[in-house]
């Protein structure tokens, strides 16, 4: 691959930007085959790994002709790919194959398609029956173009039909874009969430004592002062943030925050010294399955607009608590033992926050 980097130095001349397209066919072709050998169950971490890489150099290598090609007379090398067209429900969309094939483990990676659109003739047609009403945005997506705001300008009944589409032709990295609303249509036409690595960022589950947003990513505790309200999120959400709306009217530790065992957290009682999980407390104090532990404020005080980030990285069986920025806190040798999701337990009423998403 030491070839890659010399020619993302200048692209300038055209024998360069031939080189650069026998390249970048090369590592298309590495990328496919890659793509079937998965596909045969041949799956291994090398395999994955060199996936991965060969994707990120064709990015790169693309993303230099492209700003090359604003300096000098040649067509951008994006351009220069075999064109396939696809007859959508009879509506006509052309895209290169390099672009449809960027991304693994869609509908048109599989086995048969990718067999298809490898090697083919410029100008090949494929024909698909679906409603082309949305294809174009799939596509567009596929060129790595920004289309948040489309998505989110549609209305209710729009959104599940692009969702629909959206599962069809299996684009993991679109799933993970979707608003709150498209992910539980994503939910309702019970699609794999792990599978495609799509995080869920709302409450699952709560106690009576607290009242949640319609879109259950905001909560509220509305009992008196006591231990009765506890929440969780979606289990295998190992990342999440948390911004503080109104903060405990104590900074005694009455909001706790971090990760347990869904089967051993209360939602309507106390959970601070079940050892049902890892906790950071408001006031700076840690808790773990041990139970309460030790005290590590370093200036902790949640004020309104606090964020809070909470990290599980299996790999390395650690938890980061970042406060503002600020990692406060680690905890070391915490297994999954598959149930771990994010819990909070909340003492003081009125006491409100919601997840964040990034």
Not at 64 to 90: D, F, H, R, W
Not at 189 to 198: A, D
Request: charged share 25%; hydrophobic share 35%.
């Amino acid at each position: 691959m030491g070839i890659l980097k010399l020619l993302l130095k200048d692209l300038v001349t055209l024998e360069q930007r031939k080189k650069a397209l026998e390249l970048d066919k090369k590592l298309c072709q590495q990328k496919i085959a890659l793509l079937k050998q998965i596909k045969k169950r041949k799956k291994s971490k090398d395999s994955e790994h060199l996936l991965k890489q060969i994707g990120l150099q064709l990015q790169r290598l693309r993303k230099t002709a492209k700003k090359q090609s604003l300096q000098t007379e040649y067509i951008p090398l994006t351009l220069c790919m075999e064109i396939i067209t696809l007859n959508v429900g009879g509506t006509l969309f052309r895209i290169s194959s390099n672009n449809l094939l960027l991304e693994g483990d869609t509908f048109f990676t599989k086995e048969g398609m990718a067999n298809k659109i490898e090697g083919c003739a410029e100008n090949t047609q494929f024909d698909i029956d679906r409603d082309p009403k949305y294809f174009g945005l799939i596509l567009n997506h596929l060129r790595r173009v920004d289309i948040s705001r489309e998505i989110n300008n549609l209305s209710e009944v729009e959104l599940f039909s692009f969702v629909q589409e959206v599962k069809f032709y299996e684009i993991g990295s679109l799933m993970r874009i979707l608003p709150f609303k498209g992910k539980q249509m994503l939910k309702e036409l019970r699609v794999n969430f792990q599978k495609y690595g799509i995080i869920q960022y709302y409450f699952t589950k709560c106690g009576i004592n607290a009242q949640l947003s319609n879109d259950n990513r905001r909560i509220k505790k509305l009992s008196p002062d006591i231990y009765n309200c506890g929440a969780t999120g979606a289990i295998g959400c190992h990342h999440f943030k948390i911004k503080i709306i109104t903060p405990p009217s104590n900074n005694d530790g009455g909001l706790m925050i971090g990760f347990a065992r869904h089967v051993q957290f209360y939602v309507n009682m106390k959970n601070y010294d079940t050892g049902c999980g890892w906790f950071l407390s408001n006031e700076g104090t840690k808790y773990s399955t041990k139970g309460r532990e030790v005290f590590v404020n370093n200036g902790i005080n949640y004020t309104a607009g606090t964020i809070i980030e909470c990290i599980y990285s299996p790999e390395k069986e650690t938890i980061y608590f970042i406060v503002n920025g600020v990692c406060y806190l680690v905890f070391w040798d915490v297994k999954d033992t598959g149930d771990l999701c994010p819990a909070f337990d909340i003492y003081h009423q009125n006491t409100e926050f919601e997840f964040v998403e990034f």
